[in-house]
């Protein structure tokens, strides 16, 4: 069973930078190799939403209102993924969750907020 644990919330200004991360825990690095790996969001009052995927075989697809500006990735060896997040806007004020989905299941973090306020 794979558990995903969210980092790297937190407050910044509009126009600013965050890099979220998520590990996931009780997986063995063949286990996440083969994982896709993928954000989403969930602002207040809505539902939750894709943000990025990244695919077992490398392939990463965005959301059309993060294109250019969020980019995923990840490190087999540290068996975590990566969200690289700039010029961030207001409306990405949100908690951001990891998925990680296999063979094995689809798996949620508990989620890190990220605020977007000057």
């Known amino acids: ?22 590990l996931a825990s009780r997986s063995i690095t063949s286990v996440f190799r083969a994982l896709d790996m993928g ?7 809505k539902q939750r939403e894709f943000v990025a995927l990244l695919t077992a075989g490398g ?3 965005y959301a059309d209102s993060v294109k250019g500006r969020f980019t995923i990735s990840k490190d087999n060896a540290k068996k975590t993924v990566y969200l690289q997040m700039v010029s961030l806007k207001p409306e990405d004020t949100a ?19 990220v605020t977007v306020s000057s």
Request: charged letters at 5%.
């Open 95 to 113: 908690v951001y969750f990891c998925n990680a989905q296999g063979s094995y299941g689809s798996f949620w973090g508990q989620g890190t907020q």
């Open 59 to 61: 392939i990463a697809t």
């Open 39 to 45: 954000w989403y969001r969930q602002a207040p009052g």
């Open 1 to 22: 069973q794979v558990q995903p644990v969210e980092s790297g919330g937190g407050l910044v200004q509009p126009g600013g930078s965050l890099r979220l991360s998520c």
